[in-house]
C-alpha cells in the first residue's frame, strides 16, 4: 500500500447530484471503491486487473441492463 492517500474522483458522467462511486487511481496493485454520500465510511477494494476487466465489460456494453 502507497503511503500516499487515496485520490479520489468521480466518473465526468455523473449527473445525478454527484451521488455515485468513487475510485482511487494511486494505489498500488487495487483499484479502491467507495460511495461517494459517505466518504468516510468503507471501500472496497478490487485487484487491479479485475477492475479493468470490469471496465473493459461496461465499456463494451456487455451487461444487460434489465
Known amino acids: 500500500m ?5 485520490r479520489w474522483f468521480k466518473s465526468s ?9 468513487e ?3 494511486n494505489v498500488p496493485g487495487v483499484v479502491p471503491v467507495r460511495d461517494s454520500k459517505d ?3 468503507p471501500a472496497l477494494a478490487f485487484p487491479a486487473a ?3 476487466s470490469f ?3 461496461v465499456k463494451g456494453n ?4 434489465a
Open 2 to 6: 502507497t503511503t500516499d492517500s487515496p
Open 55 to 57: 471496465v473493459v465489460e
Open 13 to 21: 458522467y455523473s449527473s445525478n447530484g454527484g451521488n455515485c462511486v
Open 39 to 41: 466518504p468516510h465510511g
Open 23 to 25: 475510485v482511487a487511481a
Open 50 to 52: 479485475s477492475w479493468c
Open 62 to 65: 456487455s451487461f444487460d441492463a
